[in-house]
């Protein structure tokens, strides 16, 4: 029983190796973090987490991320939908951003028309990524966390 126990918080783990089947699928933001605090919405107000404040507006936290297979020899596909609440430039559940992406050393989902993420964590329901980036006048770090939806 003992064995049991001690092994049981490395089943939600994904091998490095099952890592692109592990990543379709239809993910959510649990938490947007910056290396540096930052003002993105231009309060005066500089923050690290992104998420939990008023650095992005409410209508880009609820949008939904999609991982896809296209079949052999084709880049995967990658989206980002709207959700229920629009910010105005799409309507509600139609998509924001279409892309394509290939999984590098299984740890770099390299896309066609953003910069690099970075896998820091992957288990079965939750995906951590890096991404650099240009805000507030500066180099920062963007931590993406993602839950499964």
Excluded: H
């Excluded at 992406?101 to 740890?107: A, C, G, K, R, S």
């Amino acid at each position: 029983m003992l064995l049991f126990f001690s092994c049981s918080g490395d089943d939600d783990g994904v091998a490095e190796s099952d890592r692109s089947q592990a990543l379709l699928g239809q993910w959510e933001y649990e938490a947007i973090d910056s290396n540096t605090a930052v003002d993105i919405n231009g309060d005066g107000t500089v923050n690290v987490d992104l998420f939990n404040t008023n650095e992005i507006r409410q209508c880009l936290k609820d949008n939904l991320t999609f991982f896809s297979s296209r079949g052999p020899g084709e880049k995967s596909a990658f989206s980002i939908n709207e959700n229920g609440l629009s910010c105005g430039e799409v309507p509600a559940f139609q998509n924001v951003e279409d892309d394509r992406y290939e999984l590098i050393n299984n740890e770099i989902i390299r896309f066609e028309n953003r910069n690099d993420w970075v896998i820091v964590e992957f288990t079965k329901n939750r995906l951590v990524v890096d991404q650099e980036d240009f805000l507030d006048d500066q180099d920062v770090v963007i931590t993406y966390t993602f839950k499964r939806s």
